[in-house]
């Protein structure tokens, strides 16, 4: 680093998502009187609003993009630095930022989160969504559009299908299901008719099933359309009570150029060959393609055979962390997705670096309840433990792993429902050795526990099922369950009284 240290400081975070906010929220009030700066190259900082804890594991809050000022207002001896980080030399202790700017520090917390995977760089047709600036520029994009595809199976596509109007949208997953991240076949079986039309069905009777496996879902695309209006609902916009989980969405409204509601196909099990312009598309399809009706800025060559024209793609198929600029001259041990590998006090490999949220791999022995994703909830709890962990490390205090890495909790919206995942709800890492017990009304609730060994470890909610707090309990005592059998989940009982 060519210039002199401008300022050294006893904590520096990098970055204003979640993580690196919570973090300094943390440090400075801990230590009002020390010099603790906050590096980042956005205008805006992320905020957790209207935090409440649900039960013990289960948190909800708001996420707000505020200006930067406002946690300097809260904390007067917080230095913010708006300017990106360019290099880290771990040795010398110090940063350097893109505008030249050196700046020294005693512990370090890297928060510089991750980007969307992009398909393929540089394509004006592919748009991947992260912030408010991508998202504004889907939105444009979008009001132009008569049909667009969208990759990736992941929470943003979810929202994203179920969100716009006025386009037709193509759901390319590369599962025999969708929300593959967050939901097994039967929980897709229960999603896909909000993708459909009224929800103005009578609800099903109560039906208890038992199964091992899970039941293939069908190759074929499914076409579904649907009338919002019917419905009551406005199209995109602010939807009373999504105050629930924080959505990137809100506010916005999503509607592409064409006068039809939602309509949505999804073709299952494939992926991305390749993408065509127009002009390699016209090309291409003299040899091997069947030209699709009308002409298209861009096609999409699937795995499954089918080339669909589109007016653009969306890529929602994960995320890669940032963590390029900490890189070079240190090192760093990387995980396999190429996050920074973290120890169950979220230090890095390097002395005195920390880092926390989706930059980070957590790398200690996890509990077997509980198994990182790439959430908000994870960015706060991680920013919250870094924090402490790093105030520990000062003063020299023991501090042990925080009771929110025992159990995985998270509490979102899907297609306008309530959804609840805890522990090894998608009964990962846990092979043959596990059993289903699944209650579903077709409109209003699905019920999923996963059981190993009589023992509850895992479950899914969606819908108002008022049991979150009930199975947190029976996964986290560990209970055995082998006499309730399927009573577990029968709906005439109430489960509670016998386990209070
Ligand atoms: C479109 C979208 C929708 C999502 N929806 C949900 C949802 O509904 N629920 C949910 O739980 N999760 C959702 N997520 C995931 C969630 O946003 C992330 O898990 C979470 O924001 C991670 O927080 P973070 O603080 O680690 O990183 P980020 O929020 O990404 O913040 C990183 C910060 O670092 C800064 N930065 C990066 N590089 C540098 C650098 N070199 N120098 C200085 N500063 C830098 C950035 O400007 C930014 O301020 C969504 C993600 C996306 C993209
Ligand atoms: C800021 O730090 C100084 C000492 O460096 C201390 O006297 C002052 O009380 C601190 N301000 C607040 C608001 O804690
Ligand atoms: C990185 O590790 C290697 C071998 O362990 C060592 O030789 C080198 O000096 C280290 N580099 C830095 C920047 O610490």
């Known amino acids: 680093m060519g210039s002199e240290i401008e300022k050294t400081f006893k904590f520096v975070i990098v970055g204003g998502g979640i993580a690196g906010v919570t973090c ?33 594991t289960l948190e909800e809050f708001d996420v707000e993009e505020k200006p930067f000022s406002v946690l300097q207002e809260k904390f007067p001896n917080l230095t913010v630095i708006h300017s990106a980080v360019k290099s880290l030399d771990t040795r010398s202790h110090c940063l350097e930022t893109a505008d030249g700017r050196v700046f020294g520090y005693k512990k370090l917390c890297i928060c510089s989160g991750a980007r969307p995977k992009l398909l393929t760089q540089e394509n004006p047709y592919v748009l991947g969504i992260r912030d408010t600036d991508s998202a504004q520029e889907f939105q444009k994009q979008l009001s132009k559009a008569k049909r667009i595809v969208v990759i990736g199976n992941g ?19 590369k599962d025999k299901a969708i929300g593959n991240t967050f939901f097994d076949a039967g929980a897709a079986q229960f999603l896909i008719p909000s993708l459909e039309a009224d929800k103005a069905e009578v609800a099903a009777p109560c039906k208890r099933q038992r199964y091992t496996t899970e039941k293939p879902n069908p190759n074929a695309a499914h ?3 649907a009338d919002e209006y019917s419905r009551g609902q406005k199209p ?67 795995t499954n055979g089918k080339t669909l024209g589109c ?28 996050g920074l590998q973290v120890n169950d006090h979220l230090m890095t490999s390097e002395p005195d670096v920390y880092a926390a ?51 995985f909790s998270h509490v979102t919206k899907f297609f306008n429902y309530k959804v609840v995942l805890l522990g090894k709800f998608n009964a990962q890492g846990l092979g ?69």
Not at 375 to 400: F, K
Not at 470 to 488: V, W
């Open 236 to 302: 995109g916009g602010v939807q009373p009570g999504s105050a629930l989980g924080p959505d990137w969405h809100r506010g916005m409204e999503l509607k592409g150029a064409e006068q039809v509601s939602r309509r949505v196909s999804v073709e299952y099990q494939c992926e991305v060959e390749q993408i065509l312009t127009s002009e390699e598309f016209l090309v291409s399809s003299k040899q091997t393609l069947k030209p699709d009706t009308g002409s298209w800025p861009v096609y999409v060559q699937l």
């Open 24 to 56: 300094v929220e943390q440090l400075s009030s801990k230590f009002p009187s020390e010099d603790v700066a906050l590096i980042t190259a956005g205008p805006h900082i992320k905020a957790v609003t209207n935090y409440k804890q649900v039960s013990r």
């Open 155 to 173: 929470g943003i596509a979810l929202e994203l299908v179920y969100e716009v109007r006025g386009c037709e949208v193509i759901w390319a997953v």
């Open 357 to 407: 949220g989706d930059v980070c791999t957590a790398c200690w022995e996890h509990s077997p309840l509980w198994q990182q994703m790439r959430l908000w909830t994870q960015a706060r709890q991680m920013g919250w433990y870094a924090g402490r962990c790093m105030a520990a490390d000062v003063l020299s205090e023991p501090i042990e792993l925080d009771f929110c890495f025992e159990l």
């Open 311 to 338: 007016d653009f793609v969306v890529s929602a198929t994960g995320v890669v962390p940032n963590t390029e600029p900490f890189l070079h001259g240190n090192n760093f041990s990387l995980a396999d997705e190429c």
């Open 432 to 500: 043959s050795d596990h059993e289903l017990l699944v209650r579903c009304t077709k409109g209003q609730e699905y019920i999923k526990v996963v059981l190993s060994r009589g023992r509850m470890v895992g479950a899914v909610l969606i819908g108002e099922t008022d049991l979150e707090e009930t199975f947190e309990n029976l996964i986290l005592n560990q209970m055995d369950l082998t006499a309730y059998g399927e009573e577990l989940l029968n709906p005439n009982i109430d489960i509670e009284d016998y386990f209070d």
């Open 223 to 225: 076409t579904f359309t």
